[in-house]
């Protein structure tokens, strides 16, 4: 994967980006199994259809931005943006190899087999 910086997601607890880390691994383990060798982002794995992060660990981003005193709005795309971080954290450690691009103003991935 690419050398970019990894931010950290910060205002939640250890436990809490551990849960997410995991929730987000498996959908990357499914995407692969699935689309193999298509390009994804957070987006793909988490909004759309996926949008309704109730009763999953994501809700957590969600409630970080709007106990700050956000918009729904505002901590939707809050909420996006630390899920985009913590993706780029669980690739980087993630034992497979994958690359990466920026387009549609997002980063993508893929999985190299």
């Known amino acids: 994967?690419?050398?970019s910086k990894i931010r950290e997601v910060k205002d939640l607890k250890p436990e809490v980006i551990k849960r997410i880390c995991d929730y987000m691994q498996g959908a990357v383990y499914c995407w692969c199994k699935n689309k193999e060798e298509k390009w994804f982002s957070a987006r793909d794995l988490f909004g759309g259809e996926n949008f309704n992060w109730s009763g999953t660990p994501m809700i957590k981003l969600f409630d970080k931005h709007k106990s700050?005193?956000?918009t729904d709005d505002s901590a939707i795309k809050g909420a996006?943006?630390?899920?985009?971080?913590i993706l780029k954290k669980v690739l980087n450690e993630d034992k497979r190899?994958?690359?990466t691009k920026k387009g549609d103003l997002v980063r993508k991935y893929r999985w190299i087999k």
């Open 68 to 70: 700050k005193g956000k």
């Open 1 to 3: 994967m690419s050398d």
């Open 97 to 99: 190899n994958f690359e």
């Open 80 to 85: 996006g943006k630390d899920a985009g971080w």
